[in-house]
């Protein structure tokens, strides 16, 4: 601690109030199914009395909701859950584009629109296996592009 801070702290005006930290302006993305307006409704109206919150658009084709205010995503999603009583989680999809194995094991879902493939955050899931050192070495032993490789009739 340094000298100024000591003395900031000596002259300090505050007299124990805590400042509150402002809450940053997020877009949450969400993923709730709708299968009718009525659903629709049910989901735009759990949203849109929370404190904090801008907007809300719907998306029901995609089953898709984003949110926009100054909400904290957990607490969105929570509300949303207890309000409708459907299965809801933050949107897992990322554009087909961002990802560099579009096809991978844990990536690709059927169930995605179009032009998406859920998101992996997991290293162990987005990562395709790679060959080990050992197994490499044997499989261009017998390669066709291999000039040097041992040929078997």
Known sequence: ??????????FDCSHGHKIKKRKQLQTVEIKVKMDCEGCERKV?????????????????KSHKVTVVGYVDPNKVVARMAHRTGKKVELWPYVPYDVVAHPYAAGVYDKKAPSGYVRRADDP???????ASSTEVRYTTAFSDENPAACVVM
């Open 1 to 10: 601690m340094g000298v100024l801070d000591h003395v900031s702290d000596m």
């Open 124 to 130: 162990g899931v987005s990562q395709l296996a790679r």
């Open 44 to 60: 735009r109206r759990s949203v849109e009395g929370m404190k904090g919150v801008s907007s809300v658009t719907l998306e029901p």
